[in-house]
Every structure is written in C-alpha cells, then in structure tokens.
C-alpha cells in the first residue's frame, strides 16, 4: 500500500509465526467490503456461525452470577471451525462450560491446559464435535472459544458461567460491566506473540456486526433497590416484590457493540459490615479447599478523613501518550478528547500538590518523556515549568510500551520520608499484561499504584492488576465518567494518612478454626469496601449458635475496630459462589501467566484451579461430543468471529498539514486498508493516520473534520464561563485555575480581573484590608468565584481550594470572615465562611 497523502509511510512490522498448535488453523486477515451486503457473512463473504450472544445477570447484593449463552449455527456446506475471541472482566471466576446439541447438554471438563488442547485436536482429528474454552496466556481479561466440527446445518448453544464481586464507585453505586469492545493490544515481546490477541481477527462496522447481543439483570438486596442506571437503553425496570428487594430490567433492543454495558445499580441503605457463611460440597474432603465451609466477610471501615503530612510524598504520573490517546473518552460524538482530558488532570494534579513534596511526569508510547531527569521538590518554579510542559503535550508517542517507563521510575533513588505514590493512566492495549504487573509487584514494598484504565476497551487485567498487587486503586473512565473526578478522588486517598497495623481476629465455637484465603491486607482508603475470604475447618456447631469477625487498626496512633457477629449455620448454594470467589482471589495471587509464574506457584493455581473448577491461566475447559463420530474430509474450514471496535480506536492522531488530506474513491477504501493492517499489526502503526477525520461512530455517514479544542465538560455545564483564554481550552475555570500559585495563593493581576469580570482598579478599591498583601483579597476572591461557578465539579478543585484556605489562615487568620463578606458584596454572591471550610 502506498503513503496516504500528507503522512508518513505506515510502517509494518515483521511478524512472528505462530507455534504449531490447533491456532494455526487462523486465517489470514480479512478486509472487510463494505460495498457487499453485511448480512451474516466476513468481509470474505464467508458466513459468520455466531448468530447471538444471550446473557442472563443475577445480582445479589454485590456478587453477581451471570450465564452467558452464544449460539451458533453453521449456514455452509462444509463443516467449519468456530472462534471466538471476547473480553471478559479480570475478576470473573469462570466456573462452567457446556453445550446444548440437539437437545442434549455436553459439561466440559476443566483440565490442563496443555492436555484439552491436545484432546481437542485429537476430538476433532477423530471426527468428534469438540469445544474449548481457555483464558489467554497473556492477560487474565481475554478468552477464546473454540467450536470444532461444527457440520453444515448443524446448530449449537455454549454456555459458560462465571461469579464475580461487584466493586463500589464513590457515590455507593455497584458496578456492573458487560465489557463488549475487545480492541488492539500492543505486543511487548515476542512471546506475547502467540496470545489469542494476535489472531487475524475481521474488524467490522459497529452497525454490521453479524450477531446480536440481549440482556436480562435480576437484582435483589434486602437493602431494597433504589435506582438502576446505564449507559445503554434499558426497558422500564421492574420490581418483583414489596420493599423494591427485587427488581428485573433489560437490554432494549438494538443494542450496538459500540460500548461495554455498564450498569450502576443504587440501593436504599448504606452498606453494613456482613458476613456470609457457605456449604461446602458434600463429595469433597471436609479439609479441602472446596469441602470446608467458607466465610465471606465484607467491612466498610468508617474511616475518619485524616490529612497526612503537607509536605509527604514523591508523586510521579504516568501518562499514555499513543496515538489513541487523540480519540474521544467516549462514543458521545461531544465526549472530550482523551489528551485534552489528559492534560487538565494533569493541571488539576499539579495545582494540587502540597509544598515540599517531590513530583515528576512521564508521558510514553512506543518510546517515553520525562519532565526532570530525576523527581524534583514542589515549588512555585518546577509547577510554573510543569505547567507550561503540560499545554504543550500530544498524543504522539505511538504505541504503548509501558513496560520501559515502569523499569525507569523504579530504578530511580528512593526519597527518605517521600513513599513513592504512583499514577498511571493508559487506554490499556498491551497484550503481555502479566509482565507489566509483575514488575509492580516486584516494586510493590516500596510505592503505591493508582491506575486509570480510559475509555471503552481498556484492560481490566492491567489496571486492576498493578493496583492489587501495590496496595493502590484502580478506576475505569467510561460513559459520561471524568478522568479529572476520578484522579483527584485518588490523590486524596493518597494524601490522606495511611493506616497501618492492620490485622483480622475471629470468635469462633471451641473446635473451629477459621484460615484466610485473601491477600494480607496491607492499605485501606476513607470509603473503600474490603472483601475477605476464609477457610472453616473444624467442626461446625449442631445447635445456632454464632461467630464474631474483628477488623482492627490503627489511624495516627489511635486504635480502631470493626466488629460482625455472623450466624454460624451455613447456606447452600449450589453455584457455590463464595467458595469460587475465593478460589478467584487465590489464584489471582498467585497466577502471572505461564512465563511468570514460578513453577511452585503454578502447580498451586492448577490445583487451585481443577479443585474449585475456576478457570485459570493453565487450565481450560474441553467439551467432546462422541455421538458425532464422522470423519472430516480434509481441514476444518475456521471461520474466526468478526470484532467490533469502536471507531475512536482506529488510528486517531491528525498529522495532516491544513489542506493536505487522502483522497479515496470513498471511506470505505480507507476503511477497509486501515482495518486490514488494525486487525494483523494493532493500532500502534498508525501514529500519523486520523480515521475519526472520515468516520462518526454512526459508521459511515460523512462528518466534518474532528475539532481538537477541548470540549470539557466545565465549558458544558457552564457556557457563559467560555472566553478567550487559550491556557487549556476556552474556559475560564480552568484558566483561573491555572493562575494559582503553588503554595495556593493568587496574585492580584489583569489576568484574575479579567476571569472575574471587572477591573483592577474597582477590584482595589473594594479591597477591605488595604494594609494587607494584595494576595490575600485576590485569593478571597478566586475561591468565592470558583464556588459560585465551579461549584459541580468541586470535588476536581477541593484540594487546590483547601490550599488556599490554609494559606489564607496562614496570612490573614482573623481578617477572613470580613474579607468573605466583602467579596459576597463585590462579586454579588453568596457564599458562607462555612463553605470555605474557615
């Protein structure tokens, strides 16, 4: 292919042959057509044998149990080979796989991996139908299903089940993620070159995807239901019993692969510590993992919001510069740009440091940026220069390589009295996950990981995983979610004092012990849910009787607790959720992928993983339908599942100079080449290629060139706040932002009055403390307007605000109240001494 006029060439890197195994039967990549009816075929014209994907969600409280059925039908006249690859949250616990042929239900065996892969082969080279399900080798958020021997006419329906814990947003939300948008990853080595996210996958249009997608959530809590959002169109919810302690609600139908389906699920009552006891199976050892009862334990620590020390820490970002950093945070056509956000957060961050501390900012792709050689202390002139750095910043980096900046930040010399607190933002596409978190975690001592996985896509195995492993947090930024909320939510956890001593006691009947399956816990944060799992050995009380979980630790010195009484007569299940759940948690522990995990430590996920019938990285589930025992002439036609993968992460940054674009017979032609080479080479490759200039996420229709001014959702709530500024984008809270000095004072200057919207002469004259430092009125002032005007968003400015504040209590202690009455007066507002936190 030639240079696309006005770029680059699109270089192409050699590829790495695949080993010999059943992935050899992949195709070559398919260019999709899109001049040729869509309908139920490839861009090969080749019929797609997934015809829909049908999900059944149960949510209890905050575990959720789902059954997802994909049926498949082969419309040829030659028996094919089925694949599926599709993402699937990090945390779900993968307990069933079976098949429903002709009435009949096929379980498949979870065996090692290794072993199904041969008996699959050997099914199949037998004249056996045959099915395979296993997690990649590379990144625990990625599956493959595998439908062999499926003969002409022949209609099959696979099923696979899975538990998971939902985690608890700021706001009490449950979250509830159907993840739908698997995109490219960026390879790391070449090892990662067999993951099952190299396959030559056909990359189609969101509207001609050829299978469909329904949804059926029935929720219960005895908290009662209050609420139930998505950013998908659901049916009217349903309430199935008095007190709303039951509800049911639906996909609507239509629903397009454009983004993952996420539900927020409210309930009526503040969460309570609760604990739950389970059965264990009655065919396993009484002592064994499975055959023991099992506890769950969930606390909500009601931690006391505690400042640490003003001038603690060294603090680095890391932010993803790649060229899908330039697309949209969302699928809204009117979501802000990922850099644009990218930058303001950084500008949030920075103004919200404290004096004293020390910081630095990376920014990588395929190669990396640092700001300083080394972490610098918090000044007024290292933020000056920060600041100026982070106007300039793009998303030119190309791909993502984020391996190599790690490696940097952690060979670099501690700071005594500074721990090392770690941001890291990414869209998530790299491929070998597993070396990434284990380098956090061989880090793990000495820094805490705060990670942002951004927009739809993103890898669940990567953000969750190097958050786990460090102690830190990890956030998703979908939807209509802001990356600015979110980071500055996370940089109070860090600020905040930690809490230390942390230790877990049971009161349990003579005779019964109880062991801890989860992770030492070694951090807590004000607003966090913690989850434990433990083992029950012993012998369980015959009469009612109870038990007693205590949660201590320590805050500045002070000694603090939780405590749980729980009955102690166990509930069956059959799904035996809590027991999976734990098994989930164990092997998440221990499980780094087949490259880097010790030998030890994968014999014990293999016995973790068969005993508990949990899926794992050495493990994989094999289905063999003997009844059909005809010989296959000649290979399986394989027939891999076209993708979906939304438009803003096609190559997404604008190299053109004015004037100079491709010119194509059509979009589709470009389309088609850039999707060829997305599907076998990944996004990285295309640095210089803007496909959002030729496509809107409605597909196909003409649309004008994508605007690169920020669209921040301060100028949407506030449009009378848009002005001339061009600091970061045409708003004015953020340029009044940007004025603040570092030790969070403003400066009584043009620039202020300007924002304020009078002049420097009146603002003078209405100054009530003359004698004063023209700082003080001037700081009043900037704090007064940005609560009258910036007042939805102040959780993004409340730290910058409460620098002020102690700045003002520093220089004018006794003078505040009038000089807030004052400015009240001046600005015609009515803000209260109490809102400022005085």
């Not at 036609?637 to 059509?666: E, H, K, N, W």
Request: charged fraction near 20%; aromatic fraction near 8%; proline fraction near 5%.
């Amino acid at each position: 292919m030639g240079n696309l006029p006005g770029t680059k060439s699109l270089k192409k890197k050699k590829a790495v042959p695949l080993p010999r195994d059943y992935k050899h039967k992949l195709p070559q990549t398919r260019t999709v057509n899109m001049e040729q009816q869509c309908g139920l075929i490839t861009g090969d014209m080749e019929p797609v044998p997934l015809k829909n994907i049908s999900v059944n969600l149960c949510i209890n409280d905050f575990v959720a149990g789902v059954s997802a059925t994909l049926n498949y039908e082969n419309e040829e006249e030659v028996p094919v080979e089925a694949i599926f690859v599709f993402p699937m949250d990090e945390d779900s616990a993968v307990y069933s796989f079976e098949a429903l042929v002709d009435g009949k239900k096929i379980v498949a065996e979870l065996q090692e991996k290794m072993q199904a892969q041969r008996n699959y082969e050997d099914a199949l080279s037998q004249g056996h139908q045959a099915y395979l399900l296993e997690e990649d080798d590379y990144s625990r958020d990625v599956f493959s299903c595998n439908i062999g021997n499926l003969l002409p006419g022949a209609k099959v329906g696979v099923t696979l089940r899975y538990v998971q814990e939902l985690p608890l947003d700021t706001d009490g939300a449950l979250r509830y993620v159907l993840p739908a948008i698997l995109n490219p990853r960026y390879q790391l080595s070449e090892q990662s070159a067999n993951s099952s996210l190299n396959m030559k996958t056909p990359i189609v249009p969101l509207e001609a995807l050829p299978y469909t997608l329904s949804m059926v959530a029935t929720i219960t809590s005895q908290h009662g239901i209050e609420r139930v959002h998505s950013n998908c169109s659901l049916g009217p919810i349903q309430y199935l019993a008095d007190g709303k302690t039951s509800a049911q609600v639906s996909l609507a139908e239509g629903h397009k692969f454009d983004r993952d389906v996420e539900l927020l699920i409210y309930y009526s009552e503040v969460h309570s510590p609760s604990v739950a006891v389970e059965m264990g199976m009655q065919d396993m050892k009484p002592d064994s993992l499975m055959g023991s009862p099992s506890a769950m334990v969930s606390f909500y620590p009601d931690l006391p919001e505690v400042e640490g020390s003003r001038a603690c820490g060294e603090f680095i970002f890391l932010m993803d510069r790649s060229g899908s950093m330039g697309s949209r945070l969302s699928h809204h056509n009117d979501s802000q740009l990922r850099i644009e956000a990218a930058k303001e957060t950084l500008l949030l961050l920075l103004k919200s440091l404290p004096m004293g501390c020390y910081f630095n900012i990376y920014g990588f792709g395929s190669s990396y940026e640092k700001f300083f050689p080394e972490s610098v202390k918090y000044t007024q002139e290292t933020m000056e220069e920060a600041v100026k750095r982070v106007k300039d910043l793009k998303a030119d980096l190309g791909g993502t390589e984020i391996l190599t900046p790690l490696l940097n930040i952690y060979k670099g010399p501690s700071i005594p009295e500074h721990p090392l607190q770690l941001f890291v933002f990414t869209d998530g596409e790299v491929d070998d996950t597993f070396s990434v978190i284990k380098e956090v975690k061989l880090n793990s001592k000495k820094h805490r990981c705060f990670s942002f996985g951004i927009g739809e896509g993103a890898s669940t195995s990567l953000i969750k995983g190097i958050a786990r492993v460090s102690g830190g947090t990890a956030e998703f930024i979908t939807g209509k979610g802001r990356m600015q909320t979110k980071a500055l939510g996370s940089l109070k956890f860090a600020l905040n004092c930690s809490v230390e001593d942390i230790s877990v006691s049971w009161e349990l009947p003579p005779g019964l012990s109880a062991s801890m399956l989860s992770s030492e816990q070694t951090v807590i944060f004000r607003g966090q849910r913690l989850i434990i799992y433990a083992q029950l050995t012993g012998t369980m009380p015959q009469v009612e009787s109870s038990g007693k979980v205590c949660f201590k630790y320590t805050l500045k010195g002070k000694s603090l607790e939780n405590r749980v009484t729980f009955s102690l007569q166990p509930k069956t299940n059959a799904s035996f959720t809590i027991h999976r759940l734990a098994a989930k948690s164990l092997i998440q522990m221990k499980d780094l992928g087949s490259h880097e995990t010790s030998d030890g430590e994968k014999e014990d996920v293999l016995n973790i993983s068969i005993q508990s019938g949990v899926l794992s990285s050495f493990t994989a589930f094999i289905a063999v339908n003997k009844e059909l025992n005809q010989p296959v002439q000649g290979p399986l036609a394989p027939r891999v599942i076209p993708r979906p993968m939304t438009f803003s992460y096609l190559p997404t940054l604008c190299q053109y100079s004015s004037g100079s674009r491709p010119s194509y017979d059509s979009k589709v032609e470009l389309y088609s080449i850039l999707c060829e080479d997305i599907s076998s080479k990944g996004h990285e490759m295309y640095d210089d290629v803007c496909c959002e200039d030729y496509f809107s996420l409605d597909c196909m229709e003409d649309t004008e060139s994508m605007s690169m001014m920020n669209n921040s959702d301060f100028s949407t709530k506030n449009p009378k706040l848009q002005n001339d500024h061009k600091g970061f984008g045409e708003n004015a809270i953020l340029h009044l932002i940007s004025l603040q000095k570092a030790n969070g004072s403003w400066e009584l200057d043009e620039e202020l009055t300007e924002i304020l919207g009078t002049s420097l002469e009146d603002i003078k004259a209405a100054n009530p403390a003359k004698d004063q430092d023209p700082s003080v009125w001037a700081t009043v002032l900037a704090v007064l307007w940005l609560h009258a005007n910036g007042k939805d968003l102040k959780c993004e400015w409340e730290l910058l605000e409460r620098k002020a504040v102690a700045w003002l209590h520093d220089h004018a202690d006794s003078s505040n109240p009038m000089l807030v009455q004052a400015a009240n007066s001046f600005l015609k507002l009515s803000v209260t001494p109490d809102d400022l936190v005085f």
